[in-house]
T-cell receptor, first 112, second 113 residues
Framework: QKEVEQDPGPLSVPEGAIVSLNCTYS??????FMWYRQYSRKGPELLMY????GNKEDGRFTAQVDKSSKYISLFIRDSQPSDSATYLC????????????FGDGTTLTVKP | KAGVTQTPRYLIKTRGQQVTLSCSPI?????VSWYQQTPGQGLQFLFE???????NKGNFPGRFSGRQFSNSRSEMNVSTLELGDSALYLC????????????FGEGSRLTVL
C-alpha cells in the first residue's frame, strides 16, 4: 500500500464550481503538506504549503490538514478553465525539503 | 528571476546506453532534488544534494547516480538503460535543505527504445 493515496479522477466540473481534492496518508510522521499543480508537459508548480494541522487560504485556494484523520484537502473556489491541470499532493516527515512523498495526482478539467 | 533549467528537454536512447541529464537550480538555491515521473508510479524521489553532498537517496538501483557541483548545478546519470527507465525526470531546487518549497523545472523526457 502506498504511503500517500490520491484519487486519480479524472474530475470534470463546470466553470464556477467548488472543487475538492483529497489525499490520505499512512505515515504519522508527516508534518509538512504541499499541493502542486502540473500542467501538461510542464513541471509541478507549488500552490500551497502548510505545516501540521489547520487551514490555509490563498486567494481561491484553501488547504486543510487533519492529522488526526491523516487526511488533507485542497478546495478551489470559483473554478476557472485555467485551473484544468493535474493536482498533486505531497508531504514530508522532517525538515528535509528534497525528500517529499507525492500522491499520484488528480486530473481536473473545468469546462467553460 | 530565472527558474530551474533542465537540459536536454527530450531525448531518445536505446537499451544499454547511458544518459546524463543536467539541472541548473534557481540562483541562490543550494539544494537540488531529482524525481522520476511515470504514469504508473507517479513522482518518485531519486536523490537530493546539498552543498555537493548527497543527503538522501530513494529506492532506485545503483544504475542511477548523481552529483552536484560547487555552483549548485547538478547532473544525474543513468547507465545501462532499460525500457522501464522511460520517464519524465524532474529536477527541483530549494533555497535551503530545511524548507518545503520545491521549485521544479520542466523536466527531461527520456524515451528508451
Amino acid at each position: 500500500q502506498k504511503e500517500v493515496e490520491q484519487d486519480p479522477g479524472p474530475l470534470s466540473v463546470p466553470e464556477g464550481a467548488i472543487v475538492s481534492l483529497n489525499c490520505t496518508y499512512s505515515n504519522s510522521a508527516f508534518q509538512y503538506f504541499m499541493w502542486y499543480r502540473q500542467y501538461s508537459r510542464k513541471g509541478p508548480e507549488l500552490l500551497m504549503y502548510t505545516y501540521s494541522s489547520g487551514n490555509k487560504e490563498d486567494g481561491r485556494f484553501t488547504a486543510q490538514v487533519d492529522k488526526s484523520s491523516k487526511y488533507i484537502s485542497l478546495f478551489i473556489r470559483d473554478s476557472q478553465p485555467s485551473d484544468s491541470a493535474t493536482y498533486l499532493c505531497a508531504m514530508r516527515a522532517n525538515t528535509n525539503a528534497g525528500k517529499s512523498t507525492f500522491g499520484d495526482g488528480t486530473t481536473l478539467t473545468v469546462k467553460p | 528571476k530565472a527558474g530551474v533549467t533542465q537540459t536536454p528537454r527530450y531525448l531518445i536512447k536505446t537499451r544499454g546506453q547511458q544518459v546524463t541529464l543536467s539541472c541548473s537550480p534557481i540562483s541562490g538555491h543550494r539544494s537540488v532534488s531529482w524525481y522520476q515521473q511515470t504514469p504508473g508510479q507517479g513522482l518518485q524521489f531519486l536523490f537530493e544534494y546539498f552543498s555537493e553532498t548527497q543527503r538522501n537517496k530513494g529506492n532506485f538501483p545503483g544504475r542511477f547516480s548523481g552529483r552536484q557541483f560547487s555552483n549548485s548545478r547538478s547532473e544525474m546519470n543513468v547507465s545501462t538503460l532499460e525500457l522501464g527507465d522511460s520517464a519524465l525526470y524532474l529536477c527541483a531546487s530549494s533555497l535551503q535543505a530545511n524548507t518545503g518549497e520545491l521549485f521544479f523545472g520542466e523536466g527531461s523526457r527520456l524515451t528508451v527504445l
